[in-house]
């Protein structure tokens, strides 16, 4: 049940590794788009950060601790909806990890692959109530189309961005707008829906 009193985020993550699976160095990045409502509206952030060698899924993980860390220095607390197009990620923040915390982390098979990971982001969204969803990536949602070049780029330049950011998506989309792309999308509309789905919980 959301907590009706706490600020409600809607956040869009994505990751990149350059050579994932490969030999040598993969450069990892991972970006997260943040979403709350303010006085003035709609205020957008963003999130970015890399690692010269990494993997897709320790950039997921790393993602979304970076920006639960840096959210819970603003906010005592939030109710999060955290849309990736990592199933990895979903799915074993959903399915995974009560199973593992109730066998000692642990699973059937053995050791807990990225254990450390996995435990930081449990204690960092500890005291925020968060709704994991997926979404398949590279199917034109704007904000995960987003969000990936985010990523990619972060993983090429191996940039991190500082704090919370003022984010650059109204730039992107209106740069994606003048090539064709997304003329009657309402970036606003998601957010709103996001509120009124955990408004009309019991």
Request: glycine fraction near 8%; proline fraction near 3%; charged fraction near 25%.
């Amino acid at each position: 049940m959301a907590d009706k009193g706490s600020v409600i985020a809607l956040v869009h993550a994505d990751e990149s590794c350059l050579g994932n699976g490969r030999d040598g160095f993969s450069p990892g990045g991972a970006a997260s788009f943040i979403e709350t409502w303010s006085a003035e509206g709609v205020e957008r952030r963003d999130i970015r950060i890399s690692a010269p060698d990494s993997t897709n899924n320790r950039m997921a993980l790393s993602g979304a601790i970076a920006t639960f860390a840096l959210l819970s220095q603003e906010y005592e607390r939030l109710t999060v909806v955290y849309v990736s197009d990592s199933q990895y990620l979903i799915k074993g923040m959903n399915e995974w990890v009560p199973s593992w915390r109730a066998r000692g982390w642990k699973r059937k098979g053995g050791t807990v692959e990225n254990l450390n990971l996995w435990k930081k982001l449990v204690h960092v969204t500890e005291r925020h109530e968060t709704v994991w969803r997926w979404v398949r990536g590279h199917a034109g949602h704007p904000k995960n189309e987003y969000v990936n070049d985010l990523a990619m780029r972060a993983a090429a330049e191996q940039t991190f961005s500082e704090g919370l950011e003022e984010s650059r998506f109204d730039h992107w989309l209106t740069r994606q707008r003048t090539a064709g792309h997304f003329i009657d999308y309402d970036p606003d509309a998601e957010l709103s829906q996001v509120e009124s789905e955990l408004a009309s919980r019991p």
